[in-house]
Structure formats: structure tokens, C-alpha cells
């Protein structure tokens, strides 16, 4: 894979290719006439200079070497003036298809990826990328067509002198490319070790608190200051690695320049060589230095890109589980009693799960009857979050299905079907916008008249009359951005944005675990009133909860045990009682449970 | 977080106290240095010397052409291998000098960073709560990891960079001078339209820098803000909007980049062309008088080699010159943050408490955050030794106010808190914190084994002991069914862990650390009624002869206290055992009688 990863990105730069063919045909072209003036200085020396012409060759010389001096500038300019803007867009393609791709790919998927990768493919691989792009392949052409070239002009002005510089080219470009692989595997140890030390930094902010409680300051600088200096040992090493490149690639060529400063002057004193040939070579060999010492960095950087890009494309290539039907069917038309919600045999298993551990859900029968309201009862981790997700398909059964309405919810487009399931999670996320349209979020092509009514509805059952209180009221803008909100009140404004959909069906994960007693009283008893017609499941860990639902479900074991009235079940069922009131001894095997 | 690292970069910008600023990032840097001043003058003789050596070429090369040459002829070798063995010497030591001045300053850098970071971290944690409430986390840790790393990256290579270039510019202009005086002259001319550009590159760069380090931070936080909320984006059919607005500020990004990329190729345009015009210009100058017989032709050489060279590291000098902007501003905010003063100062005097009893009094108290409004006014209260207290009231009535001074998170503004009857602010703090020990609503885990977090509350313990203290709390269960029992890692790479279930570790940390005074602000709050009723009949066995304060919505947990105060607005309104106050009919009455419903049966506690 990783050798064709490269060529593989040729999806994307199709549109840059001319344009960078013709950059590096201007790179190409500068390079080389870099290469002209030590003939010039040749011709010069060997002619008027030498054999005492006259002032106008050497002004006309001159004359010529400032009009390739021109030339060359104007080829550096357009390289980049080439290269830039084509360079940086097939970049921001890659990107914004990443994000387009990272949409469209399913919860379960995101739930096993840490952020912080993906970030870091979004962000510093495809810069290393681009700089490849724009600089790396460009430079590369250029420095193998310009030593090729020059070490020819060197062959072609004394042979000898050109078999001792290719016979030091040789090592340097080896010895660079060898010492910058090892430079890599130095220079990652310390990243990573750099990681950690900011994890523990992080850590040491977030746990102050617990750091102080415990007067564990000391304890906390010991453990820092000993990974500081491990750091600190990797970066001598990684410097001790750097030392070595910049040895070989500081004396080699240097070494060269001596060696053919003896032979060189040795010919001439043979009549083998003029003096101007002489000084060709050296203004020759000053030039070609260059590309020689960056042919070794140039690899190193395309090794990089092709890691960046498999990387990337690790990710690209990740296909959607959980996609639309090739031919979505239309829910039917709300019948007036509410929306059924039937789940029929359904079970769960998640990917990473170990062999012999029962499925999550182990076959669940649920039926939610019109406009009820059902409450779905169990210990921590025991699988209510994961069935809520089945609804709005944000996850897919592993067997069995989920209906609406008769309508299995695989078979319905999930832009419709989302329209329809409005869900409020018990840790919400808000985005960095206005409260007005984070509770509109849901709710696209309203007139402002509706918008602001549906808006001011949604709060206020919600109980969200803080919002009156923000610098901007309904404007203020609040997320990462802006104005950061206590859980409590992150709470009511994501349950105010489930509200204001007015979904056919209405998920709600423990949505008012964050409110004190008197603020979750009110919110209970408006949403009451509320939620009349709307079919709605919600978790409930508090008997405060449970008074929202008609009827209660047991989850145990991955299967639901009971559906009831409240207090019926609090009165037969030993599980539930002691889930809401931890009266009696649990089961063994229904200890609390471990989320992985 | 991200919002007001970037709102102090604003106020940073606009300057305000510069001048003193300044002063305290030099004396920062200064006490830096200090401690390496000797390997510091070592690596500066080094790259000296290096350059020294790397500057000879050209001279040599002329010296081989205009005497070896000639002497050759004559059949005189001596000259020549003088001149090429020369350069051999010459070009070994400038690798061999080259090298060690990397080793060197890496050296002497590394030792820099490690003081530094040891500094910035020590000193984070003297800093006082107040404090970390008031910076913010986010500030805190971007000073210790991107601040840090611009400095790292101006230390580990620009220094040397900016330095080795610098001088191989002085230099070659002193050796071309020295060889030839009219050359350098014409060389001193060029001088100044490339001074003149990198001037003028050095400003705009500086412009596209900001603007595309923005661009970069805004994408960013499009990119974690979605990825974040990625459950709620696809519930709510988000994704054609937030495709929208990411490729809006990707398109801001690139068009930053553009520029960048544009801006380096004006610059190293313009280098391009001065060299190229100052070889030619030596080219005529010096191509006349060998004419004339003014100089020799390798001298000639030599010059066009000095001159090709001279502009090289000013490309160098343009790239280094971002890192040294930025690492000057970390510098600054870094020495900021090590001014900041600790509000809550360690006792010059500390007085010893051995055996603490967990006796509190509060005496005539009053507490305020910051220079905010009052939020304890003249507050005193007595809790005996060996009861449990809980505290019960609404949000920002001070419960929570009166657990941070009983763990001196805080200073009172006027009167005192005394444990056993010795000021706090005169407790020797390492006695304190064995006497006193707070368990937050948040339980925070550090990356880890379950042992190990749980061992925070005292290190050394045993592994039977830290056992007994999750068996205490009931999380013992619950840990010995982890892949690794005890040892299973709780961070990123290993087991996530429910609130509920970080708030019973927490538990059995306090448990473990054994206090005389245990204080529990809300910490009960993320578990499930079965989850409190263990940490409750764990909490009967630790409480039954010490000291607690409890603070908690929930009743259920405050009606197992042996002494239930209600506090509202920063006083105590109402106190009794909680039968009492049941039989009173006051506040407390009335949460008790909702509780209950809610419970919806007789009987249940």
C-alpha cells in the first residue's frame, strides 16, 4: 500500500498537475542558469583576463552574467508564484473530503477513534503534504536534473576533477539520507516523550484540585521533573544523531573543494587544464553543493509525505457501515395518536468486544404504543444510552430491527429519519453559535416569526430563563467560541434544541441529571405538559425521573425484564426497586457495570 | 479554552504594561542563563571558531591559484600542498567544530528548557486555586506546552541559526575585505538593498505569520468543536452545514498559506537578484584592474566566490525570524505567569498538629472570591470533633464556599478558621493535608493504574490497603472485574470509567488517606442510588469517630448526618439533626417531604 499511497494522490492534485509541471520546469530552469555563470567566469578568465584583452569583453562578460542573474531571479519568483496557489488548494480538497468523509461515517466509528488522530491527520499531515507538493517534488526534479548537469560540466571542463567530485557526491547524498532516517526514529522518541510530558501537564491543571485536597504538589514535580529529564536525554541523543549529518554534510564537500584544489592546480601546472577551467570548477561546484546536500533531506521529506499520506488515507478509506438505502422508503404520514416504535428482537454487539462476553443487547422486545411516554430503567452501563442511539440510527442493530411507524429505520433515509427522532444527550454538546440557533439547531427553513416563537417555546419549557440573563439574551454566543454555560444549563438549552424540533419521537438520555431538585421539578412538569402526543423514551436514573413517563421498562442483562406503572413495579419487582432505591441485595451477576 | 488563550494574544498585541513586561522577561532569561553561563561561552567560541574555519575556502583557493600555481611551475610543490593541505585541515575542523556546536548548544539548551519547565511547573501548583479559577486551565496548560515549545524551537535551532549565520556574514564581508578592500567595498554597497528587504520581509512576514497561526487555530477548533460533537451533529442533520463552515475556514487557512508561500518567494526572489548584481558588479570592478594588473585572478575568484556567498544565510536569518518573535512573546507571558503571587501564602511559622481531632471553628468569617461581592458575612459556626455535618441549601447559597476554607483552598478575607484550635493559616501545610481531605464533584483520575489513583491519597500504601479502601467504598468489585484488576490503566489507552464510577475511586482515595476532617462537596452526585447506598454504609464505618462536613442535593444522603445546618445567602438558617428539622416544618421540612414523594412509597430512606 505505502508505495503507491503517493501516486494514489493524484485524485486530488489532477487539477495542480500542470502547474506544478510548469514550477518545476521554472525551478529547473533557474538551477540551470545558476549553472551558466561559472562559464561565463570561464570564458572570462581564460580569454580577456588571462591573455590581456580588452576592458569591453570583461564589461559585456559582466553585462551577461547580470542579465542571467535577472533571469534567474524571475525563474526563483515563478516557482513559487507557480506552485503556490495550486499547492495549497489540492491541500484544502484533501481536507475538506476528510471532513466530508468523517461526517458520513457512523458513531461507531468515532466512538473507537481518538480525536486527537484524526486531528492530527487533518491538520499537520496534509501540510506535510503540501509542503512535499509544493516544494519537496519540485525541488527534487530540479536538484537531480541540476546535479546531473553540473557534475557533466564538471566531466566535460576536466574530467579528473569531475571523477573526484562524484566520487564525494556519492557518500553525501547516502550518508544524508542514512543519518536523516536515524535522525526520524530519534526525533519521534521525543515527540512522543513530549506527549506524555504535556499529558502530565494537563493532568497537573485538571487535578489541581485534587493535587491540593491531597498535598500532593511535591509528589507531582518529582514524577514531572523526572520525565522532563528523560525528555531532556532524548533531545542530547537526537542532537548527538544531528551532529553526525552535519558533519559528514559540512566536510565532505569541503574535502572535495581541497582535494581538487591540489589536482586541479597540479593539471593546470601539466598544461592539462587552464586556469579559467579552474575556475569554472569551482564556481561549478559551489553551485551544485547545494542541490547535492538537500537530495538527502528532499528523500527524507518524501519518505514523510508517503507516511502522511498513508495516514491519510488509512482514513479515506474507511468505508461507511452505516449508510442511507439504496432506495430510501418515506415514513408514513403521522397518524394522529402518535408515532409506534416497535423494537423487535434487537441485539447489540460492539466491535472491539471480546469473545464469550454476552452481546450488549441481547435481544431486546420494546414496544413504545403512540404518544406515550416510557421511562427505560437500569444500573450504569448496562446498555440504556446504546439503545437510545438505535432510534435516530446513529448506531445499527447487530440482529433484530427498530421500527416506526411498521417502517424499519434502515430502510429510511437518515436525513429523514433524523428529522423525525429529535434526541437530547445527558452530556450535551453545544456548538460555538448563538443559544437562538444552537435551539434551532434542528429546525432549518423557518420564517425569523416562527423561528423566534419556536425558539422562546422550547426555552421556556426547558425552564432555560437564564438565557434572559446573557449579555445577548438569545444572541449570545456560547460553545468554545464564546459564553462558557454550567452543565445544568448546557442541559436545558440541548433539551430545548430536542424540544424544538417537534419530532415525531423524542429521545432523551437522563436529561436533567445536572439540575438541583427545585429547577428539575419545574422542568418535569412542563415537559409533562409538553410531550402529550409526542412519543418519548427516556432514561431515567432518579425516581424524580421516572414521574415524567407513563409507563416504565427494566433493562437487565441486556434484555428488558419488566414494563409497568411506576409504582406497581417498585412494589413486584426486586430489580427495579433496587435500582431506584438500592432496597435489597442486586443479583451477583448484576454488579455495576464496566463501560470500555 | 482556545477563545481566551487567543483574547490575551489580542491584549498582548495591544500592549498596555510593555515596558515592565519586558523588564521581567529579560530578568527571566537572564536567570536562565546564569546557572550555564560557562558551557554558554563555550558554544559561542565554537561557532566562531567553525565559521572561521568554513570562511577560509575561497582565500585558500586563491592562494593555490596565484602562488601554488606559479611556484608549481617553477617545480616547487610546496605552496600548493600547503595551500590544498591547508584546506584540508581547514574543512575536517569546520565538521569537527560544526558538530560540536550542535552537541554544545543543544546541551546548553536542554538544561535551559529543563530549569524552565521545572520552574513553570512548580510553580503552577504553589499558585492558589483563586488563581487557576481566574487564568483557566486552558491558559495554564498552553503556557506550559505551546509557549514552552516556542521557546524550545528558538533554543534548539534558531539561536545557533541566527548566530552562525550572522557571523558567517561577517565574516565573509571581513575576508573579502581583508583579500581585496575595493570588492568588500562594492560587497558593504549590496549590503544595504538587502538589509533594506529583510527589513521590509521581516515586517510582512511577521503579518502573514499571525494571520495564518489564527487561520490554523480557527480551523482547529472547527475541526475538534464537530468531531466533538459529532452525535449530536448527525442527529440533528448538521453535516451539509458544517461541511460549510469548515471549508470556510480552510479556504481562510490556504489563502493564509498562499501568502506565506508568496511572501518567502518575493524574498528569496530579491536575494537571488542582489547576489546575482553583486557578482557581477565584482565580476566588472575586479575583471578591470586584473586588467590593469591590480589584482591576480585567483584573488578575482576568491572575491566572486566571497560575493555568491555572502547573501546565502539571509534566507536563513528570514525563516529563524518568526521562531525568535514568537519565542520572545512566550517568553514574556511565561515571565508573567511566574510573577503571579500565591494568595494562599505558606506559614513563615508553621505550627505542628500531630494528632489532629478535626475540631473546626469558624470565627466571625468573611469571605468574598477575588474582589467580588461578599459571599460569607460574618460567619461562625462550631463543629465539635466526631460528628457528621451536612450542609443543605440551593445553588450559591456558600456551602460549597465554607468546604474550600475548611480545606484552605481559600483565605478568609476577615476573622479565622481553626481546626483544633490553631489558625489554618498557621498550620505547617503538610499537616493539614493529612488532617483534612476534600472530595470534589469532579473525580478526576490521573493516567494511571486504579491502584495508583487510589494511592494518591497516601502514598506507600500496601496493595492490601489500598484493596480495603475500595472494598470500604464497594468499587472492589467493580475494579477486580477490569481486564487488569488493580493495575488496569484508566486514561486513553486503557478502560474509560463512568462519572459514577471515578467519583467511587475518588472515595476510596479519601478513604484511604485516613483524615481526621473528611469534607464531601457534592461528591455523591454521578452515582445511582445503589452506587451512594455502598459509598454510604462504606462512609458509616470511616465516619463513625471522626470529623465530616457533607455537602449534597441529594437527601438521601444528608438524612444519615448527625447534624443537618441549612445555609442560605452565607448564613445558617436552620440547625438540628434532621429529625428536628423534619419536626420544625421549616426548609429543610419542605425538601424533605418533596424528597419523599419523589421516593413514592412509605418506608424507603
Redesign the interface.
Known amino acids: 500500500m505505502s508505495s503507491s499511497s503517493l501516486w494514489r494522490l493524484r485524485e486530488w492534485a489532477r487539477p495542480a498537475l500542470a502547474r506544478v509541471a510548469l514550477g518545476g520546469l521554472a525551478g529547473l530552469g ?1 538551477s540551470l542558469l545558476a549553472l551558466a ?1 561559472p562559464q561565463v ?1 570561464r570564458v ?2 581564460n580569454g ?3 591573455s ?4 569591453g569583453a ?2 559585456l ?3 551577461l ?2 542579465a ?3 533571469l ?3 525563474f ?2 515563478s ?3 507557480l ?3 495550486p ?3 489540492v ?2 480538497e484533501m ?2 473530503a476528510l ?2 468523509h ?3 461515517l ?2 461507531a466509528f ?1 466512538d473507537r477513534w ?2 486527537g488522530q ?2 492530527s491527520r ?2 499537520s499531515d496534509l501540510s506535510i503534504v ?1 509542503r512535499w507538493m ?1 516544494f519537496g517534488l519540485a525541488m527534487m526534479v530540479v536538484s537531480v536534473a541540476t546535479t546531473l548537469v553540473g557534475v557533466g560540466l564538471m566531466l566535460a571542463t576536466s574530467w579528473q576533477l569531475g571523477l573526484v567530485y562524484v566520487a564525494g557526491a556519492v557518500p553525501v547524498v547516502w550518508l544524508g539520507f542514512r543519518f536523516r532516517q536515524d535522525y526520524k526514529v530519534v526525533a519521534r522518541r521525543a515527540r512522543d516523550q ?1 506527549g506524555d ?3 502530565t ?17 511535591d ?3 518529582e514524577d ?2 523526572q520525565q ?2 528523560e525528555l ?1 536525554s532524548t ?2 541523543v ?3 544523531t ?3 549529518i ?3 554534510l ?3 564537500p ?2 572535495v ?3 581538487s ?2 589536482v586541479g ?2 593539471l ?2 601539466a598544461g592539462d587544464l587552464t ?1 579559467g577551467d ?2 569554472a570548477f ?2 561549478t561546484a ?1 553551485v551544485v553543493n547545494t542541490p547535492v546536500e538537500r537530495l538527502g533531506q528532499l528523500l527524507a521529506m518524501t519518505m514523510d509525505a508517503r507516511t502522511a499520506a498513508d495516514r491519510y488515507l488509512e482514513v479515506m478509506d474507511t468505508v461507511a457501515a452505516l449508510t442511507d438505502p439504496a432506495r430510501p422508503r418515506a415514513l408514513p404520514e403521522p397518524p394522529a395518536a402518535g408515532t409506534r416504535v416497535e423494537l423487535s428482537g434487537v441485539h447489540l454487539r460492539h466491535a472491539g468486544q471480546g469473545a464469550g462476553t454476552p452481546d450488549v443487547l441481547d435481544g431486546v422486545d420494546l414496544v413504545l404504543e403512540p404518544g406515550e411516554t416510557l421511562a427505560l430503567v437500569g ?3 448496562t446498555g440504556k444510552s446504546t439503545l437510545l442511539s438505535l432510534i ?1 440510527r ?1 448506531l445499527d442493530v447487530t440482529d433484530g430491527s427498530v421500527r416506526l411507524d411498521g417502517v424499519d429505520v434502515r430502510d429510511v433515509g ?2 429523514e429519519l ?2 423525525a ?3 437530547a ?1 445527558e452530556d ?5 453559535a448563538s443559544v437562538r440557533e444552537n435551539v434551532l ?2 429546525t432549518p427553513g423557518l420564517s425569523d416569526a416562527e423561528a423566534e416563537e419556536r425558539a422562546r417555546g422550547a426555552l421556556e419549557v426547558a425552564s432555560a430563563s437564564f438565557v434572559e440573563d446573557l449579555p445577548d439574551g438569545m444572541d449570545t454566543v456560547i ?4 459564553l462558557s454555560l454550567s452543565g445544568g444549563q448546557r442541559q436545558r438549552v ?1 433539551l430545548a ?1 430536542a424540544i424544538a ?1 417537534r419530532p415525531r419521537v423524542l429521545v432523551l438520555d437522563d436529561p436533567l441529571s445536572a439540575l ?3 429547577t428539575e ?1 419545574v422542568v418535569t412538569e412542563r415537559l409533562r405538559q409538553t410531550l402529550t402526543g409526542t412519543t418519548t423514551l427516556v432514561v431515567a ?4 425521573t421516572v ?1 415524567l413517563a407513563d409507563r416504565v421498562a427494566v433493562l437487565q442483562d441486556g434484555r428488558i425484564t419488566a414494563v409497568g406503572r ?2 406497581d413495579l ?2 413486584e419487582h426486586a430489580h427495579y426497586r ?6 435489597t441485595e ?1 443479583a451477583p451477576d448484576s ?2 457495570g ?3 | 479554552m482556545s477563545v481566551s488563550v487567543r483574547d490575551e494574544d489580542v491584549a498582548d498585541a495591544a500592549g498596555g504594561r510593555e515596558e515592565g513586561r519586558r523588564r521581567r522577561s529579560v530578568a527571566l532569561l537572564g536567570s536562565l542563563l546564569r546557572p550555564v553561563r560557562g558551557p554558554a561561552w563555550g558554544t559561542v567560541l565554537l561557532v566562531v571558531a567553525a565559521q572561521g574555519a568554513q570562511v577560509a575556502g575561497p582565500a585558500l583557493v586563491a592562494a593555490g591559484l596565484d602562488r601554488g600555481l606559479p611556484a608549481l611551475r617553477d617545480g616547487d610543490p610546496v605552496p600548493l600542498l600547503l595551500a590544498a593541505g591547508g584546506y584540508v585541515v581547514t574543512a575536517l575542523l569546520g565538521g569537527v567544530l560544526t558538530a560540536a556546536t550542535v552537541r554544545a548548544s543543544a546541551r546548553v539548551s536542554q538544561a535551559i528548557l529543563l530549569d524552565l519547565r521545572r520552574r513553570v511547573f512548580r510553580h503552577t501548583q504553589l499558585l492558589s486555586l483563586e488563581f487557576h479559577e481566574r487564568y483557566t486551565s486552558g491558559r495554564i496548560i498552553s503556557r506550559q506546552t505551546s509557549d514552552l515549545d516556542a521557546v524550545r524551537e528558538l533554543l534548539d535551532g534558531g539561536i545557533t541559526t541566527l548566530a552562525t549565520s550572522g557571523l558567517a556574514m561577517l565574516l565573509t564581508a571581513a575576508s573579502l575585505t581583508v583579500l581585496d578592500w575595493r570588492s568588500g567595498a562594492v560587497l558593504l554597497v549590496a549590503v544595504i538593498p538587502g538589509a533594506i528587504l529583510t527589513r521590509w520581509f521581516q515586517t510582512r512576514s511577521q503579518v502573514t505569520y499571525r494571520r495564518s497561526r489564527t487561520a490554523s487555530a480557527r480551523l482547529i477548533v472547527r475541526f475538534v468543536e464537530t468531531m466533538t460533537g459529532m452525535r449530536a451533529v448527525q442527529a440533528f442533520r448538521r453535516e451539509a452545514a458544517e461541511r460549510r463552515r469548515y471549508g470556510d475556514r480552510a479556504e481562510e487557512y490556504r489563502s493564509a498559506n498562499d501568502a506565506a508561500i508568496r511572501l518567502n518567494g518575493v524574498f528569496d526572489t530579491g536575494l537571488t537578484l542582489i547576489g546575482n548584481l553583486t557578482v557581477a558588479t565584482v565580476l566588472v570592478v575586479g575583471g578591470l584592474r586584473v586588467l590593469h594588473g591590480g589584482i591576480d585572478v585567483g584573488v578575482l575568484v576568491a572575491a566572486v566566490l566571497y560575493a555568491r556567498r555572502f547573501f546565502a544565510p539571509l534566507s536563513q536569518i528570514g525563516m529563524f525570524y518568526n521562531s525568535f518573535q514568537s519565542a520572545n512573546a512566550a517568553l514574556e507571558k511565561l515571565a508573567t505567569l511566574l510573577a503571579e503571587e500565591p494568595t494562599v501564602p505558606a506559614p513563615q511559622h508553621p505550627v505542628a498538629l500531630a494528632t489532629p481531632r478535626g475540631d473546626v471553628r469558624f470565627e466571625a468569617v468573611e469571605f468574598g472570591y477575588g474582589t467580588g461581592p461578599v459571599v460569607l458575612p460574618r460567619f461562625d459556626l462550631h463543629l465539635p470533633a466526631g460528628r457528621t455535618v451536612a450542609l443543605v441549601g440551593e445553588t450559591g447559597a456558600g456551602k460549597s464556599t465554607v468546604a474550600k476554607l475548611l480545606a484552605r483552598f481559600y483565605d478568609p478575607r476577615h476573622g479565622r478558621v481553626l481546626l483544633d484550635g490553631v489558625d489554618l493559616r498557621d498550620l505547617d501545610p503538610a499537616d493539614l493535608r493529612r488532617a483534612v481531605v476534600m472530595v470534589t464533584q469532579e473525580a478526576y483520575l490521573f493516567s494511571g493504574s486504579v491502584a495508583a489513583n487510589i494511592a494518591l491519597g497516601r502514598p506507600g500504601a500496601t496493595r492490601a490497603e489500598i484493596e480495603r479502601a475500595a472494598r470500604a467504598v464497594g468499587v472492589h468489585d467493580l475494579v477486580a472485574s477490569l481486564p487488569a484488576g488493580y493495575d488496569t490503566l484508566v486514561d486513553k489507552r486503557g478502560v474509560r470509567l463512568s462519572a459514577g464510577q471515578r467519583q467511587l475511586v475518588s472515595f476510596a482515595r479519601a478513604f484511604l488517606a485516613d483524615p481526621a476532617l473528611l469534607v464531601l462537596d457534592e461528591a455523591t452526585s454521578s452515582l445511582d442510588v445503589p452506587g451512594e447506598r455502598l459509598v454510604q454504609d462504606g462512609l458509616r464505618t470511616l465516619l463513625a469517630d471522626r470529623s465530616a462536613v457533607v455537602i449534597a442535593h441529594r437527601l438521601s444522603t444528608v438524612m444519615t448526618a448527625d447534624r443537618v445546618l441549612v445555609v442560605a445567602r452565607g448564613r445558617v438558617v436552620e440547625d438540628g439533626s434532621p429529625d428536628e428539622l423534619v419536626r420544625a416544618g421549616g426548609r429543610f421540612a419542605a425538601l424533605h417531604a418533596e424528597w419523599r414523594a419523589s421516593v413514592g412509597g412509605a418506608g424507603l430512606v
Do not use: C
Not at chain 1, 484540585?209 to 500532593?216: I, S
Not at chain 1, 433496587?578 to 432496597?583: D, E, F, N, P, R
Open positions: 533557474a555563470v567566469l572570462v578568465v580577456p583576463l588571462l590581456g584583452g580588452h576592458s570583461v564589461v562578460a559582466a553585462g552574467v547580470a542571467l542573474g535577472l534567474e531571479a524571475f526563483v519568483w516557482r513559487r508564484a506552485i503556490a496557489s499547492g495549497t488548494t491541500e484544502r481536507r475538506t471532513f466530508a468523517l461526517l458520513d457512523p458513531m468515532h481518538a480525536g484524526l486531528l487533518a491538520m503540501r509544493v513530549a510530558l504535556a499529558t501537564v494537563e493532568e497537573s491543571v485538571h487535578g489541581i484540585r485534587v493535587l491540593k485536597a491531597f498535598g500532593r504538589g509528589d507531582a514535580l514531572f521533573a522532563a529529564d531532556r533531545e542530547i537526537k542532537a548527538r544531528l551532529s553526525r552535519t558533519f559528514a559540512g566536510a565532505l569541503e574535502l573543494l581541497a582535494l584544489l591540489g592546480v597540479w593546470a601546472s586556469v579552474l575556475v569551482f564556481a559551489a444500573l450504569t452501563g435516530p446513529l437518515r436525513a433524523r428529522a427522532v429529535a434526541v444527550f450535551p454538546v453545544l456548538f460555538s439547531l434542528g460553545g468554545e467560541e464564546g440541548a434544541r424540533v438541583d431538585v427545585a421539578a436514573h432518579r425516581p424524580s414521574a411506576h409504582t417498585l412494589a433496587y435500582v431506584l432505591t438500592a432496597m442486586p454488579a455495576v464496566v463501560t470500555r
